[in-house]
């Protein structure tokens, strides 16, 4: 069946470090692949999308690509603040337009 | 103006009581979802709806029972509350051609 997985956390970082967050997916037919952020005390926002292969989501300075070759869409963001600190959601949509999430990443950015 | 709204908030209750959690979405769209959250923050689909007909029913207790009154409207009821029922519950809304779906601010649970 289709799935996502994530690195898990928590991812600790310092401000204006380089950030990563894995995730690989398991899927049948052309899935759209998505991140999404969940701030504390918050629903999910989306961050990102990118819907066919070796496209290149990007938002606020994050940005993943559609690897179909490795199957992955990791996160990156170049330089992390504070207020990144969150919890992020790999996510994929079916054919069937049904959603799988990844088990969440937490992030936290220490000034 | 909130896109999609959930209430009650917050929700704490005695196990063995029914609840119902509501949910509503101004954005027009044409399906809706109930997401539960659990305490290690893995986010697993319930139910979902099209056009108030259930097209994704996961496998859920046949205590958790979706309720569409309309195009706008997903409501959760939950019967007999358990304990480990306690997590977030979030609805969603998507437009029909549309892949992002839009999540309410969620509903914390408690059962004790």
């Known amino acids: 069946g289709n799935s996502v997985t994530q690195m898990e956390g928590p991812v600790t970082l310092s401000e204006e470090a380089f950030l990563t967050i894995n995730c690989t997916y398991t899927a049948t037919g052309y899935p759209s692949l998505f991140w999404y952020v969940q701030y504390p005390g918050e629903g999910l926002q989306l961050l990102l999308k990118a819907t066919k292969a070796d496209d290149k989501g990007s938002n606020k300075g994050f940005e993943a690509t559609y690897r179909k070759e490795t199957t992955s869409f990791h996160l990156e963001k170049g330089s992390v603040q504070v207020s990144d600190s969150a919890v992020y959601f790999c996510?994929?949509?079916?054919?069937?337009?049904?959603?799988?999430f990844g088990s969440g990443t937490k992030l936290n950015v220490k000034p | 103006d909130t896109a999609v709204s959930q209430t009650p908030k917050y929700l704490v209750t005695q196990m063995g009581n029914d609840k119902s959690i509501k949910c509503e979405q101004n954005?027009?769209?044409?399906?809706m979802y109930w997401y539960k959250q659990d305490s290690k923050k893995f986010l697993k689909i319930m139910f979902s709806?099209?056009?108030?007909?259930?097209?994704i029913n996961e496998t859920v207790p046949n205590r958790f029972s979706p309720k569409s009154p309309d195009k706008a409207h997903l409501n959760l009821h939950i019967n007999s509350l358990e304990l480990g029922d306690s997590a977030v519950y979030f609805c969603?809304?998507?437009?029909?051609?549309?892949?992002?779906?839009?999540f309410g601010p969620g509903t914390r649970l408690l059962v004790l």
């Open positions: 969603a809304s998507r437009a029909g051609a549309s892949e992002t779906q839009y």
């Open positions: 954005l027009g769209h044409d399906t």
């Open positions: 996510a994929l949509r079916d054919n069937f337009n049904k959603f799988y």
């Open positions: 709806y099209n056009n108030k007909e259930l097209i």
